[in-house]
């Protein structure tokens, strides 16, 4: 088994050598656990793992200010996407916040996320109004109070793949623009959020800040993040395909744009009205994006410039070697509990 194992690792180091880029899905294999065997021997070896391409926009420049990601939902790969573009974004990930569907809230990794104060949300219209008063009652005494920075949202309410449908039936009946790549979003939660953390000046109007004035001090919410992910081929990468590792190598790119808070209305109508447009935008990206394998030039700009992102294995392995520790404990926590009512 050592010897295949071996074989495999000079084969990828072949590949990569020609330029092909791997992914956390490139590995193969036919159980977990010779999955992960060879990921902690390929991390160790030095083999580079998973390769994400970002376009757009740098966010780095705005990562000691508060901001809100605003991402497109293809699949639950697209969660572990962020969180590897985010790791080199100074202390983004230590001090944000998720909302998640409430079904993680009862994972290994939901555990974590319930202590780090996420906010885990139910779907369906019936809780859809108790929901919105729970976030707001949740950011009012979780986000400042636990020095939070960034809040990930995920406006679509679903992934694409199931939400697709009813979307471009509703843009039919209300003459809305139909969308094929993404989803119309919700303005709910969005709203919720901007009301509650966005710093209102004496006349009122957000108080946010500017690209070119980054030493601004301006408290509040100063940044919305416009995040788009895609995958070559329109093919998402879930959850299931990082841990078993299946599919062939691909790389994710991530397309970002920064908006200050001041351009975004605040107003119910308006600010559904500018969440429309930039998903009219992100459709275009992605468009553009399944036809050439690239994102678009930004305006003023001849061509696009992508910058590849990448982490150091050593942290990798640890983070690994940490998910499936807290994973077996997880299953031998519902197996004791499984034995002691059955």
Known sequence: MLDIQFWKLEVLKSRCQQGHALSKDSWGGSSLASSSFFWWLSTILGVPRLVVMEWGEDIKAVSKDEAVMLVN???TGDVCTLMMCLQDKGLVVAQMMWLMDHIFKYTNFGIVSLVHGDFFIRQGRSYRDQQLLLLKKHLENNYRSRDRKWIVLFPEGGFLRKRRETSQAFAKKN????????TLPRSGATKIILN?????QKNGSPAGGDAKELDSKSKGLQWIID???AYPKAEPIDIQTWILGYRKPTVTHVH???????DVPLETDDLTTWLYQRFVEKEDL????YETGAFPPSKGHKEAVSREMTLSNMWIFLIQSFAFLSGYMWYNI?????????
């Open 196 to 200: 509650a953390l966005v710093a209102q």
């Open 256 to 262: 970002y744009r920064i908006f200050p808070i001041k």
């Open 73 to 75: 939902h293809q699949a």
């Open 334 to 342: 519902i197996q004791y509990f499984y034995h002691c009512l059955f």
């Open 227 to 229: 995040t788009t992910i």
């Open 175 to 182: 003459n809305l623009p139909f969308l094929t790549n993404v």
């Open 286 to 289: 992605l468009s553009y994006f």
